[in-house]
């Protein structure tokens, strides 16, 4: 599993569909990679080292575009499927192609205002799990965001939902280290700061 053939499975898709697609450029490569579909206004997703940890993962991306599709009638803010081509998922040459992690990093900003992205981890679950997923994000102030939601980030109803994502998001670095060795060393510090400490508290 290569990032050449995911883009090339991602390409081949949108030409058997009549999607021009003349140069397409790597957006991103980490636990999925995205690629823009230049010139055609898509973006696709091939689920890399997400599809390692799971039997299915056309299955999941399938339940995700039922919930996006669902959402995005009702008005809520979230980016649709593309209307070029059927939203899939399509299986290409080994790979799931195509359009619950509640954390700024899947929100893109658009004239819009900000939409929210990528809903391949939603399942059935208590609200506390995205509150924990939002208060644990280095990329803003996740207590203070927590506050403005109304919620009391010591709260200890929260720790085992913290504590479950730090286990999570540590067990998908080090597999995202087989797939891609440039983050081992991160993997490394991630698994190192868990093993001090498992509880996911961060302050």
């Given at each position: ?18 999607v021009r697609v003349a140069e397409p450029v790597l957006l991103h490569d980490s636990f999925n990679l995205r690629v823009h579909l ?107 965001a927590l506050r403005a939601y109304g919620v009391d980030p010591d709260d200890p109803a929260l720790a085992v939902f913290r504590a ?40």
């Amino acid at each position: 599993m290569t990032t050449a053939s995911a883009v090339a499975a991602a390409v081949a898709v949108a030409r058997a569909h009549g999607v021009r697609v003349a140069e397409p450029v790597l957006l991103h490569d980490s636990f999925n990679l995205r690629v823009h579909l230049r010139p055609a206004p898509v973006v696709a997703r091939v689920p890399t080292v997400t599809a390692m940890g799971r039997d299915r993962p056309d299955e999941v991306l399938r339940r995700e575009l039922e919930v996006v599709s669902h959402l995005h009638r009702a008005g809520a803010p979230v980016v649709p499927p593309s209307d070029l081509l059927p939203p899939g998922p399509h299986l290409r040459d080994g790979f799931a192609v195509m359009h619950g992690d509640a954390h700024p990093g899947n929100l893109l900003a658009t004239p819009r205002g900000l939409l929210w992205n990528d809903f391949e981890e939603c399942m059935t679950a208590p609200v506390a799990w995205d509150l924990a997923v939002l208060g644990r994000t280095l990329r803003l102030d996740g207590r203070a965001a927590l506050r403005a939601y109304g919620v009391d980030p010591d709260d200890p109803a929260l720790a085992v939902f913290r504590a479950a994502r730090a286990l999570q998001g540590t067990l998908w670095q080090l597999v995202r280290a087989q797939r891609l060795p440039r983050h081992e060393a991160e993997a490394a510090r991630a698994l190192d700061a868990w093993l001090r400490d498992p509880s996911g508290a961060r302050r």
